[in-house]
T-cell receptor
Framework: AQKVTQAQTEISVVEKEDVTLDCVYETRDTTYYLFWYKQPPSGELVFLIR??????QNEISGRYSWNFQKSTSSFNFTITASQVVDSAVYFCALSGGTSGTYKYIFGTGTRLKVLA | SQTIHQWPATLVQPVGSPLSLECTVE??????LYWYRQAAGRGLQLLFY??????ISSEVPQNLSASRPQDRQFILSSKKLLLSDSGFYLC??????????FGSGTRLTVV
């Protein structure tokens, strides 16, 4: 069975601090995708990044960076120099298999509060 | 362009009343469609998905049902709402599985 664990329920940081959101996944598929989404107070889900199981390169996009490690089944997300606008719920998700159903399994989310 | 419409945005319904939430997709054909629910302070739970017209798969036993009467229309229904049906409902679609496009969501409060 597939599973995504986001152990951090809520994190509070002061603006300009760096913060890392953890994501650990379980799957038996050899081909799979991992995602991070941001959910601001409005509720809509905003896509941040997708990573396939064959690409373990870390990625940096502005203040955001992602660390994918298959050896530990983790896909962690770091925000550098956090800002108040980063306050949101962040979801990690997993999709895999060849059934064509493309189901996403989401973690329970991490609520990030960035204080001014 | 590809868009997804979900309505209504908010809904307050009494216990025991029926429910119908609608989701429509534009700009694509034969998408996979999904209904997710987010209970207060919790993660996103997959309720139903559909890979084609009339094809519905349920992920969890519940008081809700789904239908797909047309290729780009996905409906979530209930005959009698329970308090536990309250939550934020999100519709999503994908063709390739590489990216979900989510609707703006419906916040349902059952009173």
């Amino acid at each position: 069975a597939q599973k995504v664990t986001q152990a951090q329920t809520e994190i509070s940081v002061v603006e300009k601090e760096d913060v890392t959101l953890d994501c650990v996944y379980e799957t038996r598929d050899t081909t799979y995708y991992l995602f991070w989404y941001k959910q601001p107070p409005s509720g809509e889900l905003v896509f941040l990044i997708r990573r396939n199981s064959f690409d373990e390169q870390n990625e940096i996009s502005g203040r955001y960076s992602w660390n994918f490690q298959k050896s530990t089944s983790s896909f962690n997300f770091t925000i550098t120099a956090s800002q108040v606008v980063d306050s949101a719920v962040y979801f990690c998700a997993l999709s895999g298999g060849t059934s064509g159903t493309y189901k996403y399994i989401f973690g329970t989310g991490t609520r990030l509060k960035v204080l001014a | 362009s590809q868009t997804i419409h979900q309505w209504p945005a908010t809904l307050v319904q009494p216990v025991g009343s029926p429910l119908s939430l609608e989701c429509t997709v534009e700009g694509t054909s034969n998408p996979n469609l999904y209904w997710y629910r987010q209970a207060a302070g919790r993660g996103l739970q997959l309720l139903f998905y559909s890979v084609g017209i009339g094809q519905i798969s349920s992920e969890v036993p519940q008081n809700l049902s789904a239908s797909r009467p047309q290729d780009r229309q996905f409906i979530l229904s209930s005959k009698k709402l329970l308090l536990s049906d309250s939550g934020f409902y999100l519709c999503a679609w994908t063709v390739t599985g590489l990216l979900y496009t989510f609707g703006s969501g419906t916040r349902l409060t059952v009173v």
